[in-house]
């Protein structure tokens, strides 16, 4: 019995029948027996084994024994590949609740959350379209992943795993990553006493001396012409590769930013500050306010008011970043005001919050223009 929450008894040579027992004993301890094979993997025993719990706790997420509240906060996570992720864990009223970004993409509610024998599991659901030999859609299924968690080392660092089920049904993907706590976000600041250095021109409007592409590996399709920093991919087509991102070759911290941005009907881009904070450039003129349009911190902060300008006329953005907090004013007015920015966003390079970083600008969605890219730092 473990801690009182719960008993899993398996027994060699039972029926796979996914049945279970669950009684509330004296004092309101929760016995839960569930009988499967001992050949079961080792994921489909995690998830019957929440389901009993869930169903011996009346469904209601209640827990018999106090939970291990150090969970709760929010957790940079460097996700199986490397790449950025960010995890939530809120104390509700009497239940819990999450919220994830895995690697690109935008942070989402998660399924399902249960803290319990100093273990935190997350559930995640996808859905997934099945076809017939004509590619025929015709049946929909929704497929769960667990994602566990145990402190390694203290209170501050988590080892997780996330068990995904494989899409064609045959198994399970297995793979082992690292979180790391978010420190307390510091009070909002004071913005008329930050003091600013002298400006640093990003781009010359020459060439692109001071940048590089962020991926290696890839094509680029930034250049510079009649004074422009131009991205003029090729049109995506499925399956086919992406082109660059470009990254400033100098990193920084706090600091102020300047610039002007041109995007064309139907296209994408990003400013991401110090490679992390993506601040959304998108043709999103007419649409309603949305955490997803011009100038928003992408799907984290919505603008409070809609100031973006048709496809295909210049605009401008003045962004500060400090103390991890964000403020923007596209085309003159001010559309988020010194808001916390809670995490990374997708596409960030890492997911260290606190580390100097460079500005990079996203190339791999579609054409944009960009011209008059000043940086002021913050300075002590």
């Known amino acids: 019995m473990g801690r009182g929450v719960g008993r899993i008894t398996p027994r060699a040579g039972c029926a796979a029948s ?43 997420g209640r827990l018999a024994a106090a939970p291990n509240e150090a969970f709760v906060g929010r957790w940079a996570l460097t996700i199986p590949g490397g790449a950025a992720g960010w995890l939530e864990i809120k104390k509700e009223s009497g239940w819990y609740d999450g919220s994830v970004l895995w690697g690109g993409g935008s942070v989402l509610p998660v399924s399902s959350v249960v803290i319990a024998d100093e273990t935190l599991i997350v ?20 497929l769960t992943e667990a994602i ?21 049904g045959t198994g ?12 307390a976000l510091p009070a909002r600041p004071d913005l008329a006493k930050v003091k600013f250095g002298e400006p640093i021109t990003l781009f010359n409007g020459k060439d692109l001396a001071g940048w590089k592409a962020k991926e290696t ?19 995506h087509k499925p399956g086919a590769p992406r082109t660059a991102n470009l990254r400033t070759e100098r990193e920084f911290e706090d600091f102020n930013l300047k610039l002007e941005v041109n995007v064309p009907a139907g296209s994408n881009s990003g400013v991401y500050l110090r490679g992390i904070y993506e601040i ?13 349009n011009m100038g928003a911190l992408y799907s984290r902060i919505t603008p409070s008011v809609a100031a973006e300008k048709k496809a295909g006329e210049w605009q401008t953005m003045d962004i500060t970043l ?59």
């Open 18 to 60: 996914g049945l279970f027992l669950a009684k509330a004993e004296p004092g309101h301890t929760v016995a839960v027996e569930f009988y499967f094979p001992m050949k079961t993997s080792r994921v489909v025993q995690v998830v019957l084994q929440l389901t009993a719990l869930v169903v011996a706790l009346g469904g209601a």
């Open 217 to 235: 590996t890839m094509a680029s399709a930034w250049s510079v012409e009649g004074g422009l920093l131009l991205n003029r991919p090729p049109v």
């Open 123 to 142: 559930t995640r659901t996808r859905e997934v379209e099945r076809k017939d030999s004509a590619g025929k859609v015709v049946r929909k299924q929704q």
């Open 322 to 380: 400090i103390d991890r907090h964000v403020t923007v004013v596209l085309n003159g007015k001010t559309i988020i005001d010194n808001q916390p920015a809670l995490g990374c966003t997708g596409g960030a390079m890492w997911s260290d919050e606190l580390k100097p970083g460079p500005l990079y600008l996203q190339g791999d969605h579609g054409e944009v223009s960009y011209r008059n890219i000043v940086l002021r730092p913050v300075v002590q």
């Open 172 to 183: 399970y993907d297995s793979a082992d990553f690292s979180g790391k706590r978010i420190p």
């Open 148 to 168: 566990t968690a145990k402190f390694e080392g203290g209170n501050d660092t988590l080892k997780l795993t996330r068990l995904a089920p494989k899409a064609n």
């Open 280 to 292: 959304q450039v998108v043709d999103s003129a007419g649409k309603a306010l949305d955490n997803h």
